[in-house]
């Protein structure tokens, strides 16, 4: 007796979105992902070909390969400096689990931290669309910044002034053959802006042009950073835990000003 | 005039705690990480090595480096099966950026999901801290479980019969010499548990037992996991945003049974 | 021996950003918010005119205070239909603790979740700086809005047809004298999407409309939605780790349907 | 022709778990809670009565929703001196939505920070199940914990001596005849607490003490600490992004002491 279709889903009431998705097939005793058995990757490709593989759909060239494992290796760590670790470090001292300090830690990468790498790209990637030399589109650039007075993402930084991270991103980049027009792009920005403000490019700056030459649409640039960074928050994390006192005390009520109203009496009672 | 050191911190009021650390030294244009200068890091060591240096203190030995590489692996995805990349998927459908998304995702990994690859690791080291041939201490544990009705963590598995990460992990370990005491254990706590009750070590009980040969205390497991399948979760909430419509429905309302307190009229008016 | 200031923090360096802040004053045992002794407003006020305090600056009126009391209880709970209390319920079934489960259920306030209402709000408030009659500006509006095809955010509903909670809030500002511009103008919005496509202002809908015409800038409102629907997401989390079995599972297998690269070969060996 | 469930299971696979939940039930037009419909609460019942409903399950009687109240706002803020809070405007220094910086503050909700509460609670609950007069219980904790030269939670203040707030919630819990066992096992504590060490009960220890005579299990601690400060968070949130630069630096280098390995040499080349 055929069932049709139509009435059994009236019965489950079934028109829900199904889970799609091209990434993993899981069956029993069977795992494959993005076309590859994972026990054939296991032990024949390193981490940073599976980063590639699960962000850009394939397998990388050697030289790709290599590209990509320095600059997951260039995220790793920044020591106590930027606001993710001190978070990742904060809620470890109160006292919260690994995965939640972690995870409390990658909440910081916001449009301004993480950010600068995934909008460098950007940058990259639609100046690019323009027509003209390269040379010439960085010009433009550069000054239409200087007008308006604003930073460009992936130039200059807080505590840098030659980012030693950078330019040896670049040199490996020329050695894989990873060097494109992005790259070009970047290294003509930092030509101008070298010349009229004293900046340099910094290891965002770098990675966002040679990803953008690796292919990587610039919506991955956050992501690629939290890949590369995690690890180094879980070294803060476990450094906190096992070195210092709970609930870790970064200011005194001297270092805050308060410029609210102030209470109509001063004592109660 | 010297100024005594005691009376500035008065006037500053400093005796908050101070970032220690050592993990990472900044100076400007300065970069070292765990005594190496980043940019010889980058380039010459991967990704993997970096988490070894990073949570043990120093590099790895080459078939330690290629083993801790084939176990960040073989973490890399299974598909939208966990609660994890569920939860990934559900908190970018809803137009979460992606750095939320990959946090709340991570949320997920308490002690019954990432969890399990800790407690096993937990228990391989703590068990092997008593005497006795290894043969009977796992004989012991297995008897132990099975009286308490309880699950070894690391062994079985909700879609797999035979992992088959696993068996590729443990045959790594065996080219990477990396085969020791805590693997011995497991494969004994498996050929227990095999004849009695025809269930299998699976990949984390498999990374569990290789991260603890390798030196890594228990503690690590969770973190270890995190680092790995981070770019699966990345991956996912790419496909979720480029694929799916927002706000997913996952469920009709006939799929809730309400079971609480009726209302006492059943229309209000 | 006066020290000047300047020499004081070259020695300590301390060009970091201070911190300062309008919303609370503390010193020992001295603790004013928004110039109010805490030890006053324990006990004389509610909770919503705390909200309301931290949030504007200033305790509201009777009437405002209220009001607010009724839209913070309109948001306490959906069941479990929502993303946020799938992910809080998901998250803790894996053991994470209760405030890493909440978190998590935070994360997916998206743009398309608890953003309605702050869509809702800019779209009235952005709207009734137009000139004209406010149900011109309301006709206009749904046909540009039908015209580019797209959903006006607080109106209808994936669940219901007549938002019993819209109808209630709407009544309520009528006997606190809590109608506005902001609320006429969703009301001739509903009006216009009534008679053309019988659509409903929801809850999302009633709370922007009275929330803009208490005052509240638009960019409260993902917010004000957090601090009602907290209470909800707690009580999930707590009776799922009270009633249901660790890891839940919300797919079968066959639930899920591949559609990525087949692997090269079916079985490995 | 009737179809057997069981054979339509099969077709479906769905033995997966049902969401079953006892706290609302959703209909088409029709949103009840506990028992109510909630646009009979809307209006007729404050936050803090949904609080209680949704925690406890049942409305509470006029006293106890007074008391919560209370005890809700005694929650609210403490400057910017927690953990919590300063994750919370980090994340939002980086750019992160609010949402997210929210959520980031929340995962330092720790044992050691909002734990206290709980652990208070439990503290409290756990010794009153033993025989014995409160004051004598009272003497031989606070001896067990001297002799163990451990904090007990509830007592002592990081920065204020005499807790103005706790003072107010014991002073309307004797109005709102709230005071039972537990709040006189708290001040017979403090009562040794205050002759020995001079030291007082502070907030989280009265709230503690209160919340477990209005018959809440300690495990609900954290929660109610959470709904209370969550507004807090959100004003915080808010004057970080209206007030600071992005990226707020709050360290130099100099404040942040390297205790690791030296790199072998300072110059690369």
Redesign the interface.
């Known amino acids: 007796?055929a069932?049709e279709k139509k009435s059994?889903e009236k019965?489950?009431?079934?028109?829900?979105?199904?889970?799609?998705?091209?990434?993993?097939?899981?069956?029993?005793?069977?795992?494959?992902?993005?076309?590859?058995?994972?026990?054939?990757?296991?032990?024949n490709?390193?981490?940073?070909?599976?980063?590639f593989l699960?962000?850009r759909g394939n397998l990388p060239s050697k030289d790709e390969s290599?590209m990509l494992?320095?600059i997951?290796?260039?995220f790793?760590?920044?020591?106590?400096?930027p606001?993710?670790t001190?978070?990742a470090r904060?809620?470890?001292?109160?006292?919260?689990?690994?995965?939640?300090?972690?995870?409390?830690g990658?909440?910081?990468?916001?449009?301004?931290?993480?950010?600068a790498i995934q909008e460098c790209m950007k940058l990259l990637q639609e100046t690019l669309k323009n027509d003209g030399k390269v040379s010439q589109l960085a010009k433009e650039l550069v000054y239409d910044y200087l007008e308006k007075d604003e930073k460009i993402p992936g130039f200059g930084h807080?505590?840098?002034?030659?980012?030693?991270?950078a330019?040896?991103?670049l040199?490996?980049a020329k050695?894989y053959k990873c060097i494109g027009r992005h790259a070009q792009l970047a290294l003509e920005i930092e030509k101008v802006l070298n010349r009229l403000k004293n900046i340099s490019m910094n290891i965002d700056g770098a990675n966002a042009a040679i990803l953008s030459d690796l292919g990587f649409h610039w919506?991955?640039g956050?992501?690629m950073f939290?890949?590369?960074r995690?690890?180094?928050l879980?070294?803060?994390?476990?450094?906190e835990k096992a070195?210092?006192?709970?609930?870790?005390?970064?200011?005194?009520?001297?270092?805050?000003?308060?410029?609210?109203?102030?209470?109509?009496?001063i004592m109660?009672g």
Request: aromatic fraction near 8%; include cysteine.
């Open positions: 007796m069932i059994l019965i489950f009431d079934v028109n829900v979105s199904r889970w799609k998705t091209s990434i993993s097939w899981i069956e029993e005793d069977f795992i494959v992902t993005r076309g590859y058995f994972q026990e054939d990757l296991i032990g490709v390193s981490f940073a070909d599976v980063v699960l962000l290599k494992d320095a997951l290796v260039s790793c760590d920044h020591g106590v400096t606001p993710s001190q978070i904060l809620a470890a001292s109160t006292g919260s689990p690994l995965h939640a300090s972690a995870a409390a990658l909440l910081a990468f916001g449009k301004e931290h993480a950010g807080r505590y840098h002034r030659r980012d030693p991270r330019a040896r991103i040199e490996l050695d919506e991955i956050t992501g939290m890949i590369g995690l690890p180094g879980i070294a803060h994390i476990n450094e070195e210092e006192k709970p609930f870790r005390k970064t200011l005194n009520l001297g270092d805050i000003e308060y410029h609210g109203r102030k209470p109509d009496r109660r």
